[in-house]
């Protein structure tokens, strides 16, 4: 759920882990309306609605059975794998019944078809069982998710505005100038970042690379918005399957992800389903999206070591990032 596929991000903190339900069948990818799109930039939400007037998602060549390549969408935040119903027909993909799939608009029973062999990049090729939605909603031929992507680093260059699947790294790298690593837990296969607050409060945050808008739920809007008196605005997020909910959003002062802290950001709030699929809905969460990940210059996801490493822009538009005199 990218923000379309489910839960996109939830997050987890390095206090002891909540015992969380089974892994719900998920997939993620989002497209948002901003509420207004006439926000001057400098103004507090002119970040979240410069990103999303463009769709910030990336996507790899993928071949479907010998054929293509065809775009893909990298979605961290998916637990499934899916496939477009027009790529599907393309290719007379073999039917597979129906599967659940949780969106962030709610639990729906979809169609699949059977793919002999998904091929990414230099990666081994794999046979799955895909749900088929609508490309409208996907906004790609399809979405890779945690299926596809388990064992896997994902490297975006955000200056190049490019992304790969690569095998994940046999040993630990030291990090360069201006880069942090940020040790994650895996729950369900997604990440959930090890250390990361917003606004000095400890949420649980999960990489999603699917979704374009950061989300948090009522819980942590509870702490960190409704004591101000800010007029919330609101934003229209359309899931997968083509449901829509009214998020409201507001700026944060702070959101620290390592010794990394960004200031002047936007995040989406809703009481989605995702966070309860999670077992986090009363907990403060947030789920990652690429509007956050334009803060650094390349993001690197390696699900195999569980690390996430952050390397930080020269310069920044509307959001500003620093580092901890003690990180």
């Known amino acids: 759920m990218s923000i379309g596929m489910i839960v996109a991000l939830g997050a987890m903190l390095q206090t002891a882990a909540p015992a969380l339900p089974a892994p719900p069948v998920t ?12 926000t001057v930039p400098g103004d507090p939400a002119s ?3 410069k990103l999303r007037e463009v769709d910030a998602r990336m996507t790899v060549p993928v071949l479907i059975n010998g054929q293509g390549p065809f775009r893909f969408i990298v979605d961290s935040g998916a ?13 007379a993909l073999p039917a597979a019944g129906t599967v ?6 709610g639990e729906s029973e979809v169609p699949a078809a059977r793919i002999a062999s998904l091929y990414v990049g230099t990666l081994p090729a794999k046979e799955i069982v895909a749900p088929i939605l609508d490309e ?7 979405i890779l998710g945690i299926d596809t992507l388990k064992g896997k ?6 200056l190049h505005h490019s992304m790969s699947v690569e095998p994940a790294d046999k040993m630990f790298r030291a990090p360069i100038d201006n880069e942090i690593v940020v040790t994650a837990r895996s729950r369900f296969g997604q990440l959930v970042l090890a250390d990361a607050d917003a606004a000095g409060q400890r949420i649980y945050a999960i990489v999603d690379t699917g979704s374009m808008v950061t989300l948090g739920n009522l819980a942590l809007m509870d702490r960190l918005v409704r004591k101000k008196k800010a007029t919330p605005q609101q934003t229209v997020i359309t899931d997968v399957t083509g449901r829509e909910i009214v998020a409201t959003y507001a700026p944060i002062s702070d959101l620290r992800l390592g010794p990394w802290h960004m200031s002047n950001v936007v995040i ?16 403060p969460a947030m789920l990652l999206g690429m509007d956050m ?3 650094f210059s390349r993001v690197s996801i390696d699900f195999a070591r569980r690390k996430v490493r952050l390397l930080r822009r020269g310069e920044n538009d509307g959001t500003t990032v620093r580092l901890d005199p003690a990180g």
């Open 268 to 283: 989406a709030f809703d009481d989605a389903h995702a966070f309860a699929r999670f077992g986090v809905a009363n907990k």
């Open 293 to 295: 990940m334009q803060a």
């Open 100 to 105: 659940p799939l949780h969106s962030i608009g």
């Open 79 to 91: 637990t499934r794998t899916v496939i477009s119903s027009r790529l599907a027909a393309q290719l």
């Open 27 to 38: 997939t993620m990818s989002a497209t948002t309306t901003p509420a207004d799109a006439t």
């Open 136 to 142: 409208t909603n996907l906004g790609a031929a399809g």
């Open 153 to 158: 680093k994902v490297v975006i260059d955000l």
């Open 47 to 49: 970040t979240a609605v």
